[in-house]
């Protein structure tokens, strides 16, 4: 199984997507985000993209062709507000011109089919504009006004603003039970703790991940409600304990949306979010239920293989559209960044009081202030000395982010219609902060005074955002990141053989940022031990793990049991022929022997078709997961137990009545406890004897 190892995420929908730069190899995840990390094998990457996604199905508009609106006019709010003061370094057409060398270069370098970017400065939309083709084949160009993007976990905003206007409302008290609000189901009691809608909006509810979010086909007639029931997934930290990017958890938050306001959540967000706005361009409707304007104003998603481009399949989850379906344009999210720098109010229409807003961007939780969180749904960084908030999204065939900047007065929004390659999504925002703000970057520097206490955070650690009780705990053996410390001073954190070196940040404790401003935070229990780490994206957090919980002992077993099992074959083929002093029961232990071999080799190439199986299993795929692959592994799991059980059964005979050799006992007896080794990381990994998503 030793390609199951690699990289998570450099995060939506997301991935996890990070509110700056993305999440660390690009997430929320968005990662849906959030996002998946550069290098990481095919496999994490699939599901990492997978379980970052966020989804919507949304109601049909008119989709005329429009031509570019003018500058919208200053607008009257019912409450006056004092917007930033802001003294641009660099002229907007100045601005335009950098973002299109960024644009083509990276068109250029990547195979971006279609790039689509909207930038806002001053409570005006500077541009929004799209480059490349809609529609390779029809050789249709892209607009920044009529073509759609689907946004991934970007969706995620508008179901916490929604939560918020409620909230102004009085409808919901951010701190109480969310069972107090929720009319058809209810989650079960644990830690002594209920779930809040804070802890939801941070995504800390303490839920496992779940990949059964991506089962329900868009057309089905399945309920929110009920899709929630099926697929509730366990509860596994204390609420507020660690940070996991749920799609699940965002979901249920659309849910009690619909149980408070007493609407879908499709209708609340038309009525009382797109259609104030004027986000005629905007919709939740999923692909196959967009009506004809709808869909004809689509971008096609592309994989790009061996420099060609072959049309994506498209995600589908169903009843869980509000974590991340939604598809937009350039110009419409201008407009929806435009609404928020305005603290809730845009074009003289005002959702949500200045202070509400206000409150919208402070975080529930103060225990990483230095780094990355999130701060009501919106991820919140601080990048060169001034605080981000945004959201970024990854579906099959589009990543997206969305950064806003207060103290600049500066939003930017970029999505593509291929996950080719996520450097441009990711590197946008940070490029635009750069060029406006047009001072020299001063990162982190290491401290060889730190050299002595960096020995304290080196160590293995597993990304919390992963399943616990189900057959998919299995693929977080690729999550594992290492600490080690580096000569000069700082830390390396490497993920999938790539590795990157962080500085300790003056005047903060426990955090360290890289050359680009990413900042990582480290937490300890009470009593001072480091136990975890949460990310520069805000959406993901690393729990420290022991020897037990390391998956490289997944490949060791597997090795291990591999080796002796080739052996025991190859003794079989010496003793062809050869007169061997042994008893008719030590020929049947033999016989017994040679099959345990084969059932490990069955069960190593089991592996390796579910590796390459998931490495190029469309999102289509997946309404029919279990995979073949996924069974195939888990009953060949199930035998090398039985074979490991008869293994030890066999001992005593194996050493008292066989009439073998002491060589030959003792590497049977090795490769019996080699076999018992596998089985019980198996057990631990869920391969055998847990159900699957």
């Not at 909006?201 to 839920?207: K, L």
């Not at 970057?441 to 290491?446: G, V």
């Not at 060589?663 to 076999?675: I, N, P, Q, S």
Request: proline fraction near 6%; include cysteine.
């Amino acid at each position: 199984m030793a390609g199951l190892t690699g990289r998570r995420c450099l995060g939506g929908g997301s991935c996890a997507p990070s509110s700056t730069t993305g999440p660390k190899c690009l997430a929320p995840a968005h990662c849906l985000l959030p996002w998946p990390h550069q290098g990481r094998p095919t496999m994490r990457l699939f599901f990492a993209v997978l379980l970052m996604l966020a989804a919507m199905p949304c109601g049909h508009k008119a989709w005329a062709q429009t031509p570019p609106p003018p500058d919208p006019a200053p607008s009257t709010p019912v409450d006056e507000v004092e917007l930033p003061a802001f003294e641009p370094t660099r002229p907007q057409a100045v601005l335009e011109g950098f973002v299109d060398g960024v644009v083509a270069a990276h068109r250029r370098e990547h195979d971006a089919p279609a790039v689509t970017v909207s930038v806002v400065r001053n409570g005006k939309i500077v541009f929004a504009k799209a480059y490349g083709e809609k529609d390779v084949e029809a050789g249709e160009p892209a607009s920044g006004y009529d073509t759609l993007f689907r946004i991934g976990s970007v969706s995620k905003t508008f179901t916490w603003t929604a939560v918020m206007m409620l909230e102004e409302r009085g409808l919901i008290d951010l701190d109480a039970d969310v069972n107090t609000y929720l009319k058809d189901m209810t989650i079960p009691e644990a830690f002594g703790a209920p779930v809040t809608m804070n802890d939801l909006m941070a995504h800390r509810a303490g839920f496992e991940d779940t990949l059964k979010v991506f089962t329900y086909p868009d057309d089905g007639d399945i309920s929110l409600t009920d899709a929630l029931k099926e697929t509730m997934p366990k509860r596994v930290y204390p609420p507020g304990a660690r940070t996991s990017y749920s799609n699940w958890g965002s979901a249920l938050a659309a849910k009690i949306v619909e149980d408070v306001s007493g609407k879908s959540y499709r209708a609340f967000l038309e009525q009382d979010i797109l259609k104030p706005l004027a986000m005629t361009h905007t919709t939740i409707a999923a692909p196959s239920l967009m009506n004809e304007d709808e869909r004809a104003a689509l971008a096609t998603g592309y994989d790009v293989k061996a420099g060609a481009y072959e049309p994506a399949e498209l995600m589908q989850i169903g009843p869980f559209a509000p974590a991340g379906a939604m598809a937009s344009t350039a110009a419409d999210m201008a407009q929806w960044m435009l609404f928020h720098l305005g603290r809730g109010e845009h074009d003289g229409v005002r959702l949500m009081r200045p202070e509400t807003h206000e409150r919208m961007w402070v975080r529930a939780f103060d225990d990483r202030a230095s780094g990355a969180d999130l701060a009501h749904g919106f991820m919140s960084s601080v990048y060169r000395d001034v605080a981000t908030f945004g959201h970024g999204g990854a579906t099959t065939a589009f990543y997206t982010n969305m950064t806003l900047v207060p103290e600049l007065d500066l939003g930017v929004f970029v999505s593509q219609s291929t996950t080719n390659d996520r450097t441009l999504v990711s590197d946008l925002g940070p490029l635009v902060i750069d060029h406006v703000l047009d001072r020299p970057m001063t990162p982190a520097r290491d401290d060889p005074q730190f050299e002595e206490r960096a020995g304290a955070f080196a160590g293995n650690y597993l990304d919390n955002r992963r399943s616990f009780s189900l057959f998919e705990k299995l693929f977080a053996t690729s999550s594992k990141a290492t600490v080690t410390p580096a000569q000069g001073g700082g830390l390396t954190l490497i993920e999938g053989g790539e590795a990157e070196h962080y500085a300790p940040l003056p005047g903060a404790p426990d955090t360290f940022e890289n050359r680009k401003g990413e900042r990582i935070v480290f937490g300890r229990n009470e009593k001072g031990r480091v136990t975890h780490f949460s990310d520069g994206s805000g959406v993901h957090s690393y729990d420290r793990i022991g020897l037990s919980s390391n998956p490289d002992y997944l490949n060791l077993a597997l090795g291990a049991a591999l080796f002796f099992a080739a052996t025991t074959l190859l003794g079989a083929w010496r003793r062809q022929g050869r007169d061997v002093a042994q008893t008719k029961l030590g020929a049947l232990l033999g016989l017994g022997a040679m099959a345990a071999s084969i059932v490990t080799f069955v069960f190593a190439g089991a592996t390796l078709w579910l590796m390459a199986d998931l490495s190029s299993l469309g999102a289509a795929a997946l309404q029919s997961y279990p995979t073949a692959s996924v069974v195939s592994v888990r009953l060949a799991g199930l035998v090398v137990f039985a074979a490991a059980l008869a293994g030890l059964v066999s001992l005593w005979p194996a050493w008292a009545k066989a009439g073998w050799g002491v060589w030959r006992k003792l590497h049977h007896t090795v490769f019996a406890l080699a076999l018992a080794g596998l089985a019980s990381v198996l057990i631990f990994w869920n391969v055998i004897f847990a159900g699957t998503a």
